[in-house]
């Protein structure tokens, strides 16, 4: 399959999902299938030919070249398979709003179990990733750029201080960061989010499908998008810090937890010790 930019990728990714549980199965490569991912695989084959019907406009701007774009990510993750896909978002003097597709990243997830909102922030790793290439590789510069996730904790870790987290999530914190300003992450229901469709595959895709056309919100003033000022965090990515306290009851306990003055030949190397 060849499908560099990913416009056909919340297809592709169910023949991915499919292709992991065969190997889960832990059939070798010589052998038979069972019969329930045969019938799987017959489906996503029948879906295949379908695609053949796509149409993809190589202008992103019909109306006016001209106008000013906005550049959108939207990521999201599942327990199958997590992405990132972009869109271009031209607003035309005649009031008219046209949303590009540009390209998307998939990944199925990986075999050793992890928890969603790990997975969650994979997917924003990826797109702020996919956002760099997109700003380098294009003579059209973002006017502003909007990262979309329907994941408050994602969100809670960006806007927060990566020293505060574990090394897996620190670490992709950092490069996020980096990347792009936190205040750019904003959050959306998952019913909006045309992520949800690479993360969780679809059967079929049509011109008319949301994932060529972008949500239906971006073609509305920036007042009725949607919004959320609460985060979530959670508790058991948060480092864990050890402090150790001695108290005395008295005050001759000091001394006799103190060593001898007279084994150190050096101010310096008492006080250390």
């Known amino acids: 399959l060849y499908d560099p930019q990913g416009f056909a990728a919340p297809y592709i990714v169910k ?3 499919l292709i992991q549980n065969i190997w889960k199965t832990g059939i070798d490569w010589d052998e038979e299938i069972r019969e329930v991912e045969l019938q799987q695989w017959k489906a996503w084959l029948q879906g295949l030919n379908e695609l053949r019907v796509i149409r993809i406009p190589r202008w992103y701007n ?37 949303v590009s597709l540009i390209a998307s990243k998939a990944r199925v997830t990986p075999l050793k179990p992890t928890t969603i909102p790990r997975l969650e922030l994979q997917a924003a790793l990826l797109g702020a990733r996919l956002a760099c290439t997109i700003q380098q590789e294009h003579r059209i510069k973002a006017g502003r750029r909007f990262f979309w996730t329907d994941s408050s904790t994602v969100l809670s870790w960006i806007r ?27 959050w959306l229901s998952t019913r909006d989010n045309v992520a949800d469709d690479v993360s969780r595959g679809v059967a079929r895709l049509t011109n008319e499908h949301r994932w060529f056309t972008g949500p239906d919100f971006l073609r509305r003033t920036e007042d009725t998008w949607p919004q959320r000022s609460d985060v979530n965090n959670v508790a058991e990515e948060l480092k864990k810090v050890a402090v150790n306290v001695v108290t005395g009851s008295r005050p001759d306990n000091a001394a006799k937890c103190s060593p001898p003055v007279t084994r150190f030949s050096s101010f310096n190397k008492l006080v250390r010790t």
């Open 15 to 17: 023949g991915r999902i």
């Open 62 to 98: 019909p109306v006016n070249t001209e106008s000013k774009a906005d550049l959108h990510i939207f990521t999201d993750a599942s327990e199958k398979a997590y992405g990132a896909v972009a869109y271009w978002v031209f607003k035309c003097p005649n009031n008219k709003t046209v």
């Open 160 to 186: 927060s201080d990566a020293a505060l987290y574990k090394p897996f999530v620190a670490h992709r914190i950092v490069e996020i960061t980096e990347i792009t300003r936190p205040h750019d992450w904003r």
